[in-house]
């Protein structure tokens, strides 16, 4: 048997004792931590006592003479340790067991432990203070089953092996080393287990979810309910029923419109401009009966976009974007939505029982300048949000001819042009969407007519979710005729989940609206093929928009 099963810490933590409680020496410390053994030979342990760290033997004695700042376990043989800010790996003999010094080092686990530089950045090293691969990462784990977890920038995990190769392809909000062949993973709707190929071995999600063990896992829904659940998704048992109404949580969904028409209406009277204020002053600058004006405020604090504080309401944080000088205002947003965008969800019923086309939005809306300036206000505020931190991983060259094709008022092309001032870049859309804008260069075109430039570069942002499959392949090969040799094509769009729902209330408002539809990115590929294009790198950041590069095939 181990002799480190025999001493314990102490119930103050100040010492350590043998199973029967009585103290295994005489010393007192400030801090101790667990015995671990040493080549199951002898053990030692942590402490700390007047600001400074070492390791002890069982009696209570140092091993070696020299003090730390701060000492952890012997793992593999090593153990963690930190002296004035510098984080590094010890040997038995208190001797460095290498010369490089980190922000922060973890415990050796498989002869492998996980630090992070200076910089910032995580990877692995082995015993010898060797990195495992080239790769940093903005944070990683320790391995199990040979696998880890490795974050990166982006904020996204995935899976790698002890030479830093991908496991599989795909990435996560969050996710867990490998627990018998499974793996915890969250995406945008939820948490669930995925297999060794990083695919979901169910489709449902969860609020939250436990690693399997012996084939069962404990998961909460999100409707608050506790089950036990199989690896084929099954419940097997309901540990405790759903917190939540869902008789009351269908009728809010039912009556989701009052939201709708609540937040227009403030953005129609401009009240998010007059705030702080009191009710009265507001009135007056809204040209509103004073009585009907405090019940939508009292509806607007409802939906957490205000507050009232001594009498004055004041904006909250949400709220704040429905002022129309916010650079991100969502007012026009609020006020396309409530209008005939949501008129079109009124034939959706119609359009489950017949192929009928709806009316080109675009072309209706550049028919009118107030309606225009109102719709690509409105694109503009997500544009700004999704595009921003993207811009500046396209591979746009000195003298590069770029064409943002139906590109609205231009506020990509205006990113592009200042994050690669070299280049020349033409907005391209309708001629009543093109006389809107001040994009100094531009060129009023159709879509689906000749387009009216030859560029190395290529933007279609949000295009071609905007239509059909027919006519999506219609506009990629009108882009790849417009296409300069060894040029590139930037689609910018959400991607589906292969295996989740995520996005599919937004696929429904594209079928009502224009016609189109969201894709995964295999739906996009199979289109790409039949262009004669295909994927030649990938950017996904933090956001909804992934950018897809384009080459020919």
Not at 213 to 232: D, K, P
Not at 401 to 429: E, H, K, R, T, W
Request: charged share 20%; net charge negative; proline share 2%.
């Amino acid at each position: 048997m181990s002799i480190l099963a025999k001493l314990s810490v102490s119930g103050d933590g100040k010492y350590h004792t043998f199973a029967d409680g009585t103290p295994a020496y005489s010393a007192r410390f400030d801090e101790v931590l667990s015995f671990h053994d040493i080549d199951n030979a002898y053990q030692v342990a942590p402490v700390c006592l007047n600001g400074q760290a070492w390791h002890i033997n069982e009696t209570g004695e140092a091993i070696y003479p020299h003090k730390f700042n701060r000492t952890f376990g012997f793992y593999c043989g090593l153990a963690a340790v930190v002296e004035n800010d510098d984080w590094f790996h010890i040997l038995p003999n208190g001797f460095a067991a290498y010369a490089q010094r980190y922000a922060f080092v973890g415990n050796y686990q498989q002869n492998i432990a996980v630090v992070c530089n200076k910089d910032g950045f995580y990877f692995h090293i082995d015993k010898l203070g060797q990195p495992l691969y080239e790769n940093k990462w903005i944070y990683c784990g320790d391995f199990r089953e040979g696998i880890a977890v490795a974050q990166a920038e982006n904020g996204l995990s995935t899976h790698i092996d002890k030479q830093g190769r991908f496991i599989h392809s795909n990435w996560f909000l969050d996710l867990d080393v490998f627990h018998k062949g499974f793996a915890r993973a969250k995406s945008d709707d939820g948490w669930h287990h995925i297999d060794k190929s990083g695919k979901p071995i169910y489709a449902q999600r969860y609020a939250s979810v436990e690693p399997f063990y012996n084939g069962f896992s404990r998961v909460e829904t999100h409707s608050g309910a506790l089950q036990i659940i199989n690896e084929q998704g099954n419940v097997i048992r309901e540990l405790r029923a759903a917190k939540n109404d869902d008789f009351g949580a269908l009728s809010a969904d039912i009556v989701g419109y009052w939201r709708t028409f609540t937040i227009a209406a403030a953005a129609d009277l401009k009240i998010f401009d007059y705030l702080p204020n009191n009710t009265a002053q507001l009135a007056i600058h809204t040209n509103t009966l004073e009585k009907r004006l405090t019940r939508l405020l009292n509806a607007l604090a409802e939906l957490g976009l205000v507050k009232c504080e001594q009498h004055i309401w004041h904006v909250l944080p949400k709220g704040a974007f429905l002022n129309t000088n916010h650079p991100m205002s969502l007012a026009s947003a609020a006020i396309e939505y409530r209008g005939e965008l949501m008129q079109r969800w009124h034939s959706l019923t119609q359009l489950m029982q017949e192929d009928i086309k709806a009316d080109d939005i675009f072309k209706q809306v550049s028919l009118s300048k107030e309606h225009t300036q109102r719709h690509h206000n409105m694109l503009r505020s997500y544009a700004l949000k999704d595009y921003q931190e993207l811009v500046c991983y396209l591979d746009i060259d000195k003298g590069d001819v770029v064409f943002d094709a139906a590109g609205g008022n231009g506020l990509l092309a205006q990113l592009i042009l200042d994050q690669f001032p070299s280049s020349n870049v033409i907005l391209g859309d309708l001629a009543g969407v093109i006389d809107s804008s001040e994009f100094n260069n531009k060129r009023a075109f159709d879509l689906f007519e000749t387009w009216p430039v030859k560029a190395n570069k290529i933007m279609l942002s949000r295009v071609l979710h905007d239509w059909n499959d027919t006519n999506a392949l219609q506009i990629l090969l009108n882009a790849a005729t417009s296409l300069q040799h060894n040029g590139a094509i930037y689609v910018f769009e959400m991607l589906l989940d292969e295996y989740s729902f995520g996005g599919s209330l937004c696929d429904l408002h594209l079928l009502t609206v224009t016609g189109g539809q969201e894709r995964t990115q295999s739906q996009f590929e199979a289109l790409f093929k039949k262009a004669g294009l295909c994927i030649d790198s990938v950017i996904k950041k933090d956001g909804l928009v992934t950018v897809m590069k384009l080459i020919r095939t």
